[in-house]
Structure formats: C-alpha cells, structure tokens
C-alpha cells in the first residue's frame, strides 16, 4: 500500500522538508509515504476565498487516482488517537487500495473534495500551519505503523 500525501503549497522551508523527509524516510516500502506538493491559487486583490479554494480543489480532485481510498483533513473530522489511527491503517492495507490523505490551502477543502473523500480526519482541534501538518501527519503515520509492528518507538 502506498500513502500518498496530497496538500496544497510548495517552496516549503527546509526544517518543512527535512522534518517530513525524516519520518517518510522511516516508512517501509510496503507503506510508502509519498508527498505530492499541489500549486496553490494565486492570492492578490482581485479574487475570493472561494474562487482560490475551488482552483486548489480541482487540482486536488485531479490528482487522486480513480481507485484511491481518500482521507480529508478536515477540522470537523474524527478526531483519532495513536491506537485509533494504527487501526485506521490497518484497515486501509486489508483494504488492499493506495491510500490519498488530502490537506487543502489556507482556505480549507471545498465540498466537492470532501465528497469524494471515504473518510475524513481531524488532527487537531487546533488551526496547524500548513507547513506544520506535513510533519505531523508523518510522524503520526509512522508512529501508528510502529504500533502495528510492536515496535518500542510508541509508548503508550
């Protein structure tokens, strides 16, 4: 199974790089986790929030593969534990499809993305920086398929 890591912004800061880079580097090959950077909307005077946020949608939309199970970051998603979250990768290997985990720009994911997401996650009840979230979500995917391993790196 291959996690696919689909969020908007690019040119991210090397600590952004580096910190993601260093838990998706952890993954096995049997659970890859892989980042695909979507170009965010041109933000200026002319233009709304929706109008961006619809640009960035489709971009997402295009990029998910057809038979990808897809998760939705999204602020009134579930919120999951670590446990909660090894199970929820657990599932998505018996599952046996790739999984797309999608986090929008900084006006979140419109309601055509959330549609067609299967599932969708909150990280936090907290407003994360964008940056923040990819690290975050990393280590966290790491962190639950150390679990499902009985590896040491979690401690409950």
């Not at 797309?100 to 990280?123: E, F, H, K, M, Y």
């Amino acid at each position: 199974m291959k996690l696919n890591l689909l969020a908007v912004g690019t040119k991210m800061p090397s600590w952004v790089t580096e910190g993601y880079q260093e838990y998706a580097k952890r993954m096995p090959r049997e659970c890859s986790l892989q980042l695909h950077e979507i170009m965010p909307a041109k933000r200026g005077k002319s233009g709304s929030p929706q109008q961006w946020m619809r640009e960035e949608g489709e971009r997402i939309l295009a990029a998910i593969p057809a038979n990808h199970h897809v998760v939705a970051l999204d602020v009134k998603g579930k919120p999951w534990n670590t446990e909660q979250l090894a199970g929820q990768l657990k599932n998505w290997q018996s599952d046996g499809r790739d999984v797309s985990l999608i986090v929008g720009g900084p006006d979140g994911l419109t309601d055509d993305c959330l549609q067609r997401a299967n599932q969708r996650w909150s990280l936090s009840a907290l407003t994360l920086p964008h940056p923040l979230v990819r690290i975050v979500m990393s280590e966290q995917l790491y962190r639950a398929w150390t679990v499902l391993q009985n590896h040491p790196y979690h401690r409950a």
